[in-house]
């Protein structure tokens, strides 16, 4: 659904518009939907962890726990899309992870658990953005980090 604004906002990124903004494909997409989005300053990213995915075939095969690694890399990639979207940098090429603090990790994330990405702008300046992240699980968080995007365009990207 679109909202005219001063920028293009979108209210839910599906699947197939993630698959346009985001480069990453399995295994290493992590974010299944994105709602509730403002802009460019704040979202919630879903992620349905399952049993399928392939890290839990070593983490740990007897008690599989999603690598906290992963949490933030959702974190990132919600932002990330959550950038793309908004529609301030035309047409982006991609989208580099610049820095993660004040990470931690406060409860475990298992297959069947659905994860909320909760991410809030801090700041923008040119075509650099930073969020703090909060994942939740049923309402209880399980991460947090505060992470930065750089949205890099075709003209740059080919310089």
């Known amino acids: 659904m679109m909202n005219e604004t001063a920028t293009k906002s979108l209210e839910t990124v ?3 518009q993630l698959l346009k903004s985001l480069p990453h494909r399995y295994p290493f997409l992590l974010v299944d939907r994105i709602i509730n989005c403002v802009g460019d300053e704040s979202c919630v990213g879903i992620k349905n962890v399952t049993f399928n995915e392939p890290q839990f075939q070593g983490h740990f095969p007897e008690m599989p726990v999603m ?4 949490l ?8 990330g899309a959550l950038c793309v979207n908004s529609g301030i940098i035309k047409k982006p090429k991609l989208v580099y992870f610049m820095t993660i603090n004040n990470a931690k990790f406060r409860k475990p994330v298992v297959p069947g658990d ?11 300046r040119r ?12 309402g209880v968080t399980v991460c947090e980090a505060e992470v930065s995007a750089m949205l890099v365009s075709d003209d740059a990207a080919a310089s």
Request: hydrophobic fraction near 40%; charged fraction near 20%; glycine fraction near 8%.
């Open 127 to 138: 075509n650099m953005w930073w969020y703090k992240g909060v994942a939740k699980v049923d």
């Open 72 to 79: 933030i890399e959702g974190m990132a990639q919600t932002a």
């Open 114 to 124: 659905r994860v909320e990405y909760h991410m809030t702008r801090t700041n923008q």
């Open 67 to 70: 690598p906290g690694v992963l």
């Open 14 to 16: 599906d699947i197939l």
